[in-house]
């Protein structure tokens, strides 16, 4: 068709014309559907993501049943305030707390702590429960007797003198999947992927009262010389 027939008869061609127009939206919607739907999951799964970048890190790794089955038995004979570091949906904390204890946990994940608050009310235990968003490295633990970790071994050196020096001579603590370098544990429970360690605060405190004595006793000689 000519230029003249075309501009003679606008309506000439307007099949294909109607037919691009309408891929286009199609297009437009096709995309903005899969630029809003990973836009979401990225809301969501941020959270999830961002503790695994940090140099020092609380990835969430849910606890076995036999895991928190061990943590409950090693502390069987125990009772008072409670606190999970790194306390992730919160199992640890609920089934503590169903065990007695004044349960608290300390998470960075927001999404996390808020799934904790609600199982806690969903399990009848939310009075005796806490749960907060918090920088383990930015709170002190000195108001609790018992103590559970599920750490990674790049952070467990500066968590043994945290701890050392904040929590009081009656504590224990159970350490999950990963042992402290250095201290002692009194005993384990488990095996594999499921042993926890379980160590006594008056040794692990009197170590670094030794330690540090012998620190100052080396400058002084240094000193002298």
């Known amino acids: 068709m000519s230029q003249e027939e075309l501009f003679l008869d606008p309506g000439a061609g307007s099949g294909d014309g109607q037919g691009r127009t309408s891929g286009g939206r199609l297009g437009l919607v096709v995309t903005g559907v899969l630029g809003g739907s990973l836009l979401a999951l990225n809301a969501v799964a941020a959270p999830f993501v961002a503790p ?57 994940n927001p999404w996390l702590v808020c799934y904790s608050r609600y199982k806690a009310w969903r399990e009848g235990v939310h009075r005796s429960t806490s749960f907060h968003i918090s920088d383990l490295w930015k709170v002190s633990f000195a108001q609790y007797s018992n103590v559970v970790i599920f750490g990674v071994p790049q952070m467990m050196d500066q968590l043994e003198l945290k701890l050392a020096s904040e ?13 402290f370098p250095t201290w002692v544990p009194e005993h384990t429970a488990g095996e594999g992927i499921d042993t926890v360690w379980v160590y006594d605060a008056k040794t692990f405190k009197s170590h670094l009262q030794r330690g540090m004595i012998s620190k100052t006793t080396t400058g002084q000689r240094d000193s002298h010389t």
């Open 52 to 108: 695994a970048l940090r140099t020092i890190c609380l990835p969430f790794v849910p606890a076995t049943s036999a895991q928190v089955d061990n943590v409950l038995k090693v502390l069987r004979a125990r009772s008072g305030r409670l606190v999970d570091i790194g306390s992730g949906d919160g199992r640890i904390v609920i089934a503590a707390a169903k065990r007695g204890f004044q349960a608290a946990g300390f998470e960075l």
């Open 167 to 179: 929590l009081p001579s009656t504590a224990k603590v159970v350490a999950c999947r990963f042992p």
